[in-house]
T-cell receptor, first 114, second 112 residues
């Protein structure tokens, strides 16, 4: 398996534009996590899914953020409209549902909003 | 809710020095504990884990012991190398929800 795949690796966009980040989890994993990493706030859990169903979205900062998981092999994180303070590295991770197993991370998407 | 607290960095050491990065947690249940490492420009990778009290996780010379009585999971290495320079994250997995919670990360810089 190629691991967790995120796209794009880098995204530069203008304030007010819509941004969509994509994630393909490892096949067979049924947990999927979206994290945001910044220097100021560290690694924050935004939302996570179990079997394609959102379980906890309490970390989503605002209504401008939304996430979907239409099937077991694909998830998106959308920001509309984007703002400069959304600039960060966004990571997707996946894991098995069996307790106590590790999560595997993608390479991340570095988002810059100008 | 559950949380993880790590010592603040950066930690700067000379090669072959002893490393300790402190990690404490707060959890209502019986979580699993993890240390992840992040090298520059990359995602996080699992370094080691422990799933129950008194378990010791180890990998690549790093060790951490799950201490329930002190709610701690400190990372140690006897002799660090320049190649160990990275950001280290302590994390816990809530047993009943699967939620994975990270500490704020500790940057380690090892100088030759």
């Amino acid at each position: 398996d190629a691991g967790v795949i995120q796209s794009p690796r880098h995204e530069v966009t203008e304030m007010g534009q819509e941004v969509t980040l994509r994630c393909k989890p490892i096949s067979g994993h049924d947990y999927l996590f979206w994290y945001r990493q910044t220097m100021m706030r560290g690694l924050e859990l935004l939302i996570y899914f179990n079997n394609n169903v959102p379980i906890d979205d309490s970390g989503m900062p605002e209504d401008r953020f939304s996430a979907k998981m239409p099937n077991a092999s694909f998830s998106t994180l959308k920001i509309q409209p984007s703002e400069p303070r959304d600039s960060a590295v966004y990571f997707c991770a996946s894991s098995f549902s069996v307790m106590n197993t590790e999560a595997f991370f993608g390479q991340g998407t570095r988002l810059t909003v100008v | 809710g559950d949380s993880v607290t790590q010592m603040e960095g950066p930690v700067t050491l000379s090669e072959e020095a002893f490393l300790t990065i402190n990690c404490t947690y707060t959890a209502t249940g019986y979580p699993s504990l993890f240390w992840y490492v992040q090298y520059p420009g990359e995602g996080l990778q699992l370094l080691l884990k422990a799933t129950k009290a008194d378990d010791k996780g180890s990998n690549k010379g790093f060790e951490a012991t799950y201490r329930k009585e002190t709610t701690s999971f400190h990372l140690e290495k006897g002799s660090v190398q320049v190649s160990d320079s990275a950001v280290y994250f302590c994390a816990l997995s809530e047993g009943d929800t699967g939620k994975l919670i990270f500490g704020q990360g500790t940057t380690l810089q090892v100088k030759p």
